[in-house]
């Protein structure tokens, strides 16, 4: 019986060596799925650049020192997504960042994956 087991888990390794399956780490789901250049274009369609640059501050934060804050990984893409569409402050200091709330969720996610993914 204990041979037989062997046998198996010898085959089954065997064939598994042969598939072209590649593991994703776990967090990036969405970011596979999405190029940042389609948020970088949806930036360019709203106010963002009133208050935002990618390396210097002006209102708000850059994106530089946002991507830095910020690990890419689904909770922060989640996070920085729902501040987009609900706005806020308190995390960059008193001045309040306005909501987009025309925005779809997948939108303001396209926008935090390219924020996130200027990370040098």
């Known amino acids: 019986m204990k041979i037989k087991i062997l046998v198996a888990m010898i085959t089954l390794?065997?064939?598994?060596?042969?598939?072209?399956?590649?593991?994703?780490?776990?967090?990036?789901s969405v970011i596979k799925q999405t190029k940042p250049s389609e948020g970088e274009a949806l930036i360019k369609k709203e106010d963002c650049?009133?208050?935002?640059?990618?390396?210097?501050?002006?209102v708000g934060p850059s994106y530089?020192?946002?991507?830095?804050k910020y690990p890419m990984n689904d909770?922060?893409?989640k996070y920085l997504s729902d501040k987009i569409i609900k706005g806020g402050s308190g995390v960059w200091g008193a001045?309040?960042?306005?909501a987009h709330t025309g925005l779809k969720?997948?939108?303001?996610k396209?926008?935090?994956i390219y924020i996130l993914s200027l990370k040098k």
Not at 95 to 98: D, G, H, N, T, Y
Request: hydrophobic share 35%; charged share 25%.
């Open 49 to 58: 650049a009133t208050c935002h640059k990618i390396d210097k501050k002006v």
């Open 105 to 108: 969720k997948d939108e303001a």
């Open 64 to 68: 530089l020192d946002i991507a830095k």
């Open 110 to 112: 396209k926008i935090a």
């Open 95 to 98: 001045i309040p960042m306005s």
């Open 75 to 77: 909770k922060n893409i």
């Open 13 to 28: 390794g065997a064939l598994c060596s042969f598939s072209n399956y590649e593991s994703i780490p776990t967090g990036y």
